[in-house]
Structures are given as structure tokens and as C-alpha cells.
């Protein structure tokens, strides 16, 4: 298995524009998550997808923050307008059902954005 | 509240051993991990506890005590290598992964 695919790596924009991280959970995983990092918070949840259906996305900063998930094989999230406090790492991770998770989450390698 | 609590930043020496305590307050416990995150990559697993008790795996071993809130992890016979963060994360009663802010380690000749 690949593991977890997010593209891209790097990504710098200006302030204003719109960006898109994409991701590739493991097949057979039916939980995904996405996760922004910085050094001041750590690793934040934004908002988690089951089977493909958002179920919290109580930690999505804002309007300016949208996820999608169209099917068990890729997801999306999306910033319009960017800002420069919006720069971070964003991770997707992807994991089986909690009951049979011992090994929590897998990550992907990142997407390092930064807004300028 | 969710609060997960460890120290910003370690030192030791190779071949030491060193605990990196962590201590939760959450809504409701369904497991604690700890994941290790070299600079620039992504975290990776290293251990799971639900039940009270030390569970070892070569050099590392981590502990829990669900009554008191608090874990550790134990790193043995320090290597170069194990300079990274280390990152303490609870699952709640919804199933979510809660991190800690991490404890980065380096590890000194």
C-alpha cells in the first residue's frame, strides 16, 4: 500500500488566492481527517469525513475553509480567500474504524502552504 | 474543554534514558498514542494504551494511569536518531484524536 497521498508537497500563493490540498486515503479506510500544524497549536483538527460524509468540521477556521470528500478515494480542502495566517503544514490522515484502530491514524507526508 | 498537556522541549544525552510526561484532561478516553515526528515529515506511530499499565516495545515503553489523567513515555539507550518530537494524542468519546502541542527531544552526544 502507498499509504496516505497528498499533493502537493509545497505550495506558495499570494494572498487572495485560492488553494487547494488534495489527498488519497489508504483504500479500505473509511475515516479521513484533515489536520493543520503550526508551531504555536500544534496539530488542529479541522474536520473528519466517515464513509465519505463530513461529520465535525467544528474546527474549520472559517467560511474561508471548505472540505470535500466526492468519493472513498479522494478529498479535498480548499481556501478562498487565502490569507497569510494561513500558512501551515496541512496533513490528511486516514484511519480503519476506531473499534478496530490500534494504530490511530496514518499521515501523509504534508502540504507545506505558505500564503505571501 | 480538551487539554493535553507535555513539555515544549527536552534534552538529553545519547545512550541516556529520558520520560516525556503527558497529562489529558478530555471529553471521555478511548486510548492514548504517542507518535514521533522527525522535522518536516510526518508523525508516526510508536504506542497505544487504553488500559492502565506500561507496554514496552524495545526502547520505548509508555505508561498510563487513566485515574490520575497522565502518561509517559520512556525512551531507552538514546540514539541520535531519536531527535524528533514527540507527540501525545488522546481519542475522545467521538472517536477524534486530540494532539498535544509535542515535546521535541534532541538528543546530545
Not at chain 2, 59 to 82: A, N, T, V
Request: glycine fraction near 8%.
Amino acid at each position: 500500500d502507498a499509504g496516505v497521498i497528498q499533493s502537493p508537497r509545497h505550495e506558495v500563493t499570494e494572498m487572495g488566492q485560492e488553494v487547494t490540498l488534495r489527498c488519497k486515503p489508504i483504500s479500505g479506510h473509511d475515516y479521513l481527517f484533515w489536520y493543520r500544524q503550526t508551531m504555536m497549536r500544534g496539530l488542529e483538527l479541522l474536520i473528519y469525513f466517515n464513509n465519505n460524509v463530513p461529520i465535525d468540521d467544528s474546527g474549520m477556521p472559517e467560511d474561508r475553509f471548505s472540505a470535500k470528500m466526492p468519493n472513498a478515494s479522494f478529498s479535498t480542502l480548499k481556501i478562498q480567500p487565502s490569507e497569510p495566517r494561513d500558512s501551515a503544514v496541512y496533513f490528511c490522515a486516514s484511519s480503519p474504524p476506531p473499534g478496530r484502530s490500534f494504530y490511530g491514524y496514518t499521515f501523509g507526508s504534508g502540504t507545506r502552504l505558505t500564503v505571501v | 474543554g480538551q487539554n493535553i498537556d507535555q513539555p515544549t522541549e527536552m534534552t538529553a544525552t545519547e545512550g541516556a534514558i529520558v520520560q516525556i510526561n503527558c497529562t489529558y484532561q478530555t471529553s471521555g478516553f478511548n486510548g492514548l498514542f504517542w507518535y514521533q515526528q522527525h522535522a518536516g515529515e510526518a508523525p508516526t506511530f510508536l504506542s497505544y494504551n487504553v488500559l492502565d499499565g506500561l507496554e514496552e516495545k524495545g526502547r520505548f515503553s509508555s505508561f498510563l494511569s487513566r485515574s490520575k489523567g497522565y502518561s509517559y513515555l520512556l525512551l531507552k539507550e538514546l540514539q541520535m536518531k531519536d531527535s524528533a518530537s514527540y507527540l501525545c494524542a488522546v481519542r475522545d468519546n467521538t472517536d477524534k484524536l486530540i494532539f498535544g502541542t509535542g515535546t521535541r527531544l534532541q538528543v546530545f552526544p
